[in-house]
């Protein structure tokens, strides 16, 4: 098989835009495109100011400098990248359905089977197509029969390849993956993908295995990871009622060796466009093939992380003296985690939506996202109109001018500066009590406590 020299990349998103500029910088003989209906989202990727990319991740501009130009480029022209690619990664948004059979549990599929006819329809020679997006088991099946059925007699070798990169990392794990994971039935496709990846990451690190194994391995990757978070969410409440401190707890379990340190920092509740998506889309699956234990083991996670974000705003309002009417509580984050701009399904989204219903007055800053986006994550629950959203929430792009006059300071989101600000200066700024309700456990109790501030952090 021919050594690959084109790649084209459907989906200029979280995932499509880093990893194909990585693969393009660690690559400089194979031509990347990106493409995308979104031209907004383009233009951003072409912006001359690589401060304006349209996904913020620490490093990603210094890659993107580098290749962008020389064989990086982003297009809306889909037809023409698909034509001229040797490879077709597809790396679509793949949300939860919102409508019909599988509502708000299976995956929605539709905009990863409009990729595969438009690639049936236009493509004149071989291709290799690689699912890229995050796919229930066995999808490979569906593409390959719409490829052969629509097609015009091209031969389309179908490839899982899997993301496993983390948002606010993303450069990091791109540059130095755990594993890479490559499923197929081709040796000679498998091959020509490996190649892509050999160009920087050592052999042993990416592993081949059959298509459902692989497809099946990325759901099951963020089911164990998100499940880790509620296990230790869980335990952060009976730490809260019997004097134990959660962190103390995930020291001391994370030291054996066979458990690990890593992902047992209790938080108040895990968002991300992805756990939630996939294991909701894994129980739809063991449902669909009628195994209800397994579907109800696995949905508890789901259930544990909404009740851990319920609870965080209970807790706040119970604090408050039952009643946060008209109190002006200062949210520090709306990111759903540090290090990205991406809010979807972030825990502040529904500790705000809770405490509006009771008719708190919140004012948002966070670093890097928008007032534009924190209203636009509101107004899309429904929960009340446009204008009481707009009433009742305000965002500014100063953390002091957001606890100013405060009476409790919220911590959604574990921004490392949040923890270098003045606040002895806060301290004298706002209401008393002074409340902080640390979501995150980020700050420093012992030093909030001497300045007279009522802290409180989950899990203790
Ligand atoms: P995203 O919404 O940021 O990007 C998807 C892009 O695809 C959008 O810009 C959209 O306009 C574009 N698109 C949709 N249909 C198209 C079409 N027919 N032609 C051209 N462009 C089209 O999504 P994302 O976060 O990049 O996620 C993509 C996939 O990767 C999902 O399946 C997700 O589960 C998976 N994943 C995401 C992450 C993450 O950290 N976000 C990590 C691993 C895997
Ligand atoms: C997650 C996985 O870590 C990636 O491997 C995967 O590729 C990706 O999902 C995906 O498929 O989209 P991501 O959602 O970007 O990555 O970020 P994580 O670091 O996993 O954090 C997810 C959520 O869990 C965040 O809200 C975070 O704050 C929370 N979390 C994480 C905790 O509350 N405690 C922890 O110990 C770890």
Sequence with gaps: MKAIKKITCIGAGYVG??????????????????????????????????????????????????????????????????READMIFISVNTPTKTYGKGKGQAADL?????????????????????????LPVRTAEALKNILENTGNGVNFRILSNPEFLAEGT?????????????????????????????AWVPRERILTTNLWSSELSKLVANAFLAQRVSSINAISELCEVTGANVDEVSRAIGQDSRIGPKFLKASVGFGGSCFQKDILNLVYIARSYNLTAVADYWEQVIIMNDHQKT??????????????????????????????????????????????????????????????????????LGSRSPEDNRRLLKVV???YEALAGAHAAAVLTEWDEFKAYDWAKIKEGMKRPSFVFDGR??????ELNRLGFAYYAIGE
């Design 110 to 134: 539709k905009f990863v089977e409009l990729c595969a006819r438009q690639i049936a329809a236009v493509a004149t020679d071989d291709k290799i197509v690689v699912e890229k997006s995050t």
């Design 397 to 399: 792009d100063n953390p």
């Design 311 to 380: 609870r965080f705003a209970e807790k706040i309002i119970q604090t408050m003296y039952n009643t946060v009417n008209g109190k002006h509580i200062a949210f520090l984050g709306w990111a759903f985690k540090k290090d990205t701009n991406d809010t979807r399904e972030s825990a502040a989204i529904y500790v705000a939506d809770h405490l509006l219903d009771e008719e708190a007055e919140i004012v948002v800053y966070d670093p890097k996202v928008s007032a534009e986006q924190i209203y636009k994550d509101l107004d899309y």
């Design 17 to 82: 835009g880093p990893t194909m500029s990585v693969i393009a910088q660690k690559n400089p003989d194979i031509a990347v495109t990106v493409v995308d209906l979104n031209q907004a989202r383009i233009a951003a990727w072409n912006d001359a100011d690589l401060n304006n990319l349209p996904v913020y991740e620490p490093g990603l501009d210094a890659v993107v400098g580098e290749a962008r130009g020389r064989n990086l480029f982003f297009d809306t022209d889909v037809d023409k990248a698909i």
């Design 170 to 198: 993303a450069v990091t794990d791109l540059h130095n993956p755990d594993r890479v994971l490559i499923g197929g039935e081709d040796e000679e496709a498998i091959e020509a993908l490996v190649n892509v990846y050999a």
């Design 441 to 446: 456990k980020l700050l420093d109790k012992k």
